[in-house]
């Protein structure tokens, strides 16, 4: 029976893992965005680096106008746009944060710190772990998501931009335990729902 539930929480985890891999292969860099805006609108951003290459957006639909594009792009990423010109337009973004990509990984059910989880860069060689606070620091800045990993708690991913605001922010992980018995509970649940029904 265990085996049963080991194998139910396992699909889930490969349907999770494959659904962020689809939205992580349709978003691109918030530069590569811009460049394709101005080639195509006609138009000049200006801006600092590091306030943007943390943005990983799926683009906007090519048939919209510069305008709705950039409040697309205001949406998704909460930057802010100032209008030189017709031609020219700043951006850039309103916190500002001057430190390194880092945080604390902390277990969601006890609260206690979680050391030697590795964290890495999607799709890089960027990796690192966290001490006995959790605590750990990435050595760059770089759109690709964040992940998280430790042979006891559920795999996680989160955009990088999550970790590009003032202080260290804590990242809470979900233990195996209560996902196994969450989903085995859910099982159950909906049995009882498929049996009253049939009862009915």
């Known amino acids: ?13 490969l349907f999770q893992n494959f659904a962020n891999a689809q939205i992580e292969k349709a978003a691109i860099p918030l530069k590569e ?19 943007i290459v943390i943005f990983k957006i799926v683009p906007p639909p090519e048939e919209y106008t510069l305008q709705a594009k950039i409040e697309y792009i205001k949406e998704k990423t909460k930057l802010k746009f100032s209008v030189v010109d017709k031609k020219y337009y700043t951006i850039f973004n309103d916190q500002k944060v001057d430190k390194p990509m880092c945080g604390y990984l902390i277990d969601g059910e006890t609260n206690l710190p979680i050391e ?11 990796i690192t772990s966290t001490n006995e606070q959790g605590y750990f620091e990435l050595p760059i800045v770089s759109p ?28 809470m992980l979900t233990p195996f335990l209560q996902e196994l018995i969450e989903v085995v509970a859910n099982q ?13």
């Open 188 to 200: 159950y649940l909906a049995r009882g729902i498929s049996k009253n029904r049939r009862q009915d």
């Open 1 to 13: 029976m265990w085996k049963n539930r080991y194998c139910i929480v396992f699909i889930f985890f």
């Open 144 to 171: 690709n998501s964040i992940e998280f990993r430790h042979q006891s708690y559920v795999p996680k991913n989160i955009e990088a931009r999550a970790l590009y605001v003032e202080g260290c922010p804590n990242v």
């Open 116 to 126: 030697n989880a590795s964290v890495q860069v999607v799709n890089t060689n960027a």
């Open 33 to 51: 965005i811009l460049g394709q805006m101005s080639a195509q609108h006609g138009v000049k951003f200006n801006f600092i680096q590091d306030e």
